[in-house]
């Protein structure tokens, strides 16, 4: 099974906050990401961040750039992204 692609969509500029204008996510959650060992961390670490992104407003533009990430690299979206 292919591996979960990272929830950052390549925008990486950090003005909200101190978090990413693309998946909101800050420099630290980026590192943590990259250090995640197995599908269940990294799915429970998406929803959290998907949760995020809700309260701040950016979840309709990171689904939409990552479902495309996704299907590029032909992984199902976890957690129905």
């Known amino acids: 099974m292919p591996k979960i692609p990272s929830p950052c969509v390549d925008v990486c500029k950090f003005?909200?906050?101190?978090?990413?204008?693309?998946?909101?996510?800050?420099?630290?959650?980026?590192?943590?990401?990259?250090?995640?060992?197995?599908?269940?961390?990294?799915?429970?670490?998406?929803?959290?961040?998907?949760?995020?992104?809700?309260a701040i407003g950016r979840h309709d533009y990171w689904r939409r750039v990552y479902l495309r990430k996704c299907a590029k690299k032909g992984v199902k979206p976890p957690l129905a992204a």
Do not use: D, H, P, S
């Open 15 to 54: 003005k909200l906050e101190g978090r990413c204008l693309g998946c909101a996510m800050t420099k630290k959650q980026k590192k943590a990401f990259r250090g995640l060992k197995g599908e269940k961390k990294k799915l429970k670490f998406i929803a959290k961040l998907m949760g995020q992104q809700r």
